[in-house]
């Protein structure tokens, strides 16, 4: 994601460092909240792109998470389901077919686990790469959110002010 010249905000090196670190702590899972809480602590006031950055790292990490907890149980949960319905088809049956892929739900529904969280943790790199080299990253649906969230109310006109006086 690469902006043109004229469109990219005039950000030093240190912002966009900050920012690339709050979205690639990612790497360090449960932990790697630590980093944009402490940068969007110690830039708030300072840097509102890095501010925004590491607020949508924090978004995101809470969310990658619980997603991650929740995807985890209903994946042993299904797992097990597989697995006793696998069984028990395959001994009704008496099919070699169904106890293989009976064992082999478990591997599956793992990798199916696996594979989209792989996608939820290369999109947070995402966010700090597009950061370190200048661009503007909105995570889908989540940063759209927050920045409408953050805009401050507008302010309503004076002629709709002065007619309910």
Not at 5 to 20: M, Q, V, Y
Not at 85 to 102: P, Q, R, T
Request: one cysteine or more.
């Amino acid at each position: 994601m690469t902006l043109p010249e004229s469109a990219k905000p005039n950000l030093t090196i240190d912002e966009r460092l900050l920012a690339g670190i709050a979205h690639g702590s990612i790497l360090v899972f449960g932990w790697g909240i630590l980093a944009p809480v402490l940068v969007y602590f110690t830039q708030r006031d300072r840097s509102r792109y890095v501010a925004f950055q590491a607020l949508q790292a924090i978004a995101y990490q809470i969310l990658f998470m619980v997603a991650y907890w929740l995807l985890a149980i209903l994946t042993f949960i299904l797992m097990a389901f597989l697995q006793i319905f696998g069984i028990a088809a395959a001994a009704v049956l008496e099919s070699d077919v169904l106890v293989s892929l009976a064992n082999l739900s478990p591997l599956l529904a793992m990798l199916a686990l696996i594979g989209f969280m792989g996608f939820l943790w290369l999109l947070g790199l995402a966010g700090g790469v597009a950061c370190l080299f200048g661009a503007g990253f909105k995570y889908p649906l989540l940063g759209g959110w927050l920045e409408r969230y953050l805009q401050p109310p507008a302010a309503k006109p004076v002629s709709e002010e002065v007619a309910h006086v």
